[in-house]
């Protein structure tokens, strides 16, 4: 049974850096064909796919986050990471990290994925 352990800050001031890490134990994030994505939920909206690091380290993002956010991962410590700049208020939401196993496809779906962290609160101050 995959099980990610999410860590990083719940507090970050506008226009900082917001790093998260997911922990994955139960399963390589090397092993063909999962996915590990971040998805964030802000107060009263829905889900919203930020991007996603494959099997084989292939990155995929959200167009409109692109060009702040990046996804990477450390294979020997089994984590994935989240990198996020220039924070706005608007940034303020539940971030979580979540995997899914999907035969030469990835997706953008939140509803598709099986597994997921137990979420950050992350508030951006101004």
């Known amino acids: 049974q995959v099980q990610l352990q999410q860590s990083g800050p719940g507090l970050v001031k506008s226009s900082e850096t917001l790093s998260l890490t997911c922990t994955v134990s139960g399963g390589s994030i090397t092993t063909s064909f999962y996915v590990w994505s971040w998805i964030r939920q802000p107060p009263g909206k829905g889900l919203e796919w930020m991007g996603v690091?494959?099997?084989?380290?292939?990155?995929y993002y959200n167009p409109s986050l692109k060009s702040r956010t990046s996804i990477s991962r450390d294979n020997a410590k089994n984590t994935v990471y989240l990198q996020m700049n220039s924070l706005k208020p608007e940034d303020t939401a539940v971030y979580s990290c979540?995997?899914?196993?999907?035969?030469?496809?990835?997706?953008?779906?939140?509803?598709?994925?099986?597994?997921w962290g137990q979420g950050t609160q992350v508030t951006v101050s101004s």
């Open positions: 979540a995997a899914d196993w999907r035969y030469h496809s990835v997706s953008y779906s939140p509803s598709d994925y099986d597994y």
């Open positions: 690091i494959a099997y084989d380290g292939s990155n």
